[in-house]
T-cell receptor
Framework: AQSVTQPDIHITVSEGASLELRCNYS??????LFWYVQSPGQGLQLLLKYFSGDTLVQGIKGFEAEFKRSQSSFNLRKPSVHWSDAAEYFCAVGITQGGSEKLVFGKGTKLTVNP | ETGVTQTPRHLVMGMTNKKSLKCEQH?????MYWYKQSAKKPLELMFVYNFKEQTENNSVPSRFSPECPNSSHLFLHLHTLQPEDSALYLC???????????????FGPGTRLTVL
């Protein structure tokens, strides 16, 4: 079955440090890949998405992600974290299953930023 | 109002109550979704509506009853819920109902539901 794995439930980094959030997926074809962010009390907001082409994707708020087909991964990175980046981050894949299209989400990674 | 709005933001109800959640999107989108977000679990897609017609029901119990009177409004009617139904219920919308795998979904802030 199609699945998305975010191995880290909770990550803590210091402000100004670099960040990498991991995402692995299981899907037979090349999926559409997304990263969403959810701030406390808010809905999910799209950070970036990958469909095809350049495997390094730039998003909003200084985030980027790299698609690695050989590793079935789509890791999210940011060179220097800001306190406002504290939130929960969700990786998702867009798939077609049984004639129906949908997003399959990972369980999320909660990011804490220390001053 | 812009984007996707949801009301109420918080709801506490007993198991015998009947209540409704409301979602409105101001983006001119043609697909709308209900998701359930529980702690330590992935988002669960509940229902999908394309052009106000229900196209997907992911084995959701009948105590959850959706309604989509037009492309901008989506309701989730609740009755005789169970405590395990306590969760954050998120509404989302997207532009192209025929390209749901690749189209960006826009989410509302959610309704935090507590069932006593």
């Amino acid at each position: 079955a199609q699945s998305v794995t975010q191995p880290d439930i909770h990550i803590t980094v210091s402000e100004g440090a670099s960040l990498e959030l991991r995402c692995n997926y299981s899907y037979g074809a090349t999926p559409y890949l997304f990263w969403y962010v959810q701030s406390p009390g808010q809905g999910l907001q799209l950070l970036l998405k990958y469909f095809s082409g350049d495997t390094l994707v730039q998003g909003i708020k200084g985030f980027e992600a790299e698609f690695k087909r050989s590793q079935s991964s789509f890791n999210l990175r940011k060179p220097s974290v800001h306190w406002s980046d504290a939130a929960e981050y969700f990786c998702a894949v867009g798939i077609t299953q049984g004639g129906s299209e949908k997003l399959v989400f990972g369980k999320g990674t909660k990011l804490t930023v220390n001053p | 109002e812009t984007g996707v709005t949801q009301t109420p933001r918080h709801l506490v109800m007993g198991m015998t109550n009947k209540k409704s959640l409301k979602c409105e999107q101001h983006l001119g989108h043609n697909a709308m979704y209900w998701y359930k977000q529980s702690a330590k679990k992935p988002l669960e897609l509940m229902f999908v509506y394309n052009f106000k017609e229900q196209t997907e029901n992911n084995s959701v119990p009948s105590r959850f009853s959706p309604e989509c009177p037009n492309s901008s409004h989506l309701f989730l009617h609740l009755h005789t819920l169970q405590p395990e139904d306590s969760a954050l219920y998120l509404c989302a919308s997207s532009q192209d109902p025929w390209d749901r795998a690749s189209d960006t979904q826009y989410f509302g802030p959610g309704t935090r539901l507590t069932v006593l």
